[in-house]
């Protein structure tokens, strides 16, 4: 949805998919990246916490930290 245009159709169903398994790191990071996408900065950035928190390695939880911080 998030690639085709329907952005609120890909974060209601990514938001969906995220209650119902809360530590699956590409839901989060998807929820985060659409949350940005759509202007929703706040939401984005609870997000990429979250999934700073599940990422899977170093490199990827220092990527999230420098995206982070460009957006606060």
């Known amino acids: 949805h998030g690639k085709k245009g329907p952005v609120y159709d ?3 169903e990514l938001e969906t998919a995220v209650e119902i398994n809360a530590k699956h ?3 989060v990071k998807n929820l985060g990246i659409l949350y940005q996408k759509a202007g929703f900065r706040n939401k984005a950035v609870e997000m990429w916490e979250r999934a700073l928190s599940l990422a899977p390695d170093e ?3 220092h990527s999230i930290k420098e995206h ?4 606060l």
């Open 10 to 12: 890909a974060i209601s």
């Open 25 to 27: 790191f590409p839901a």
């Open 59 to 61: 490199p990827t939880r």
């Open 68 to 71: 982070l911080l460009n957006l």
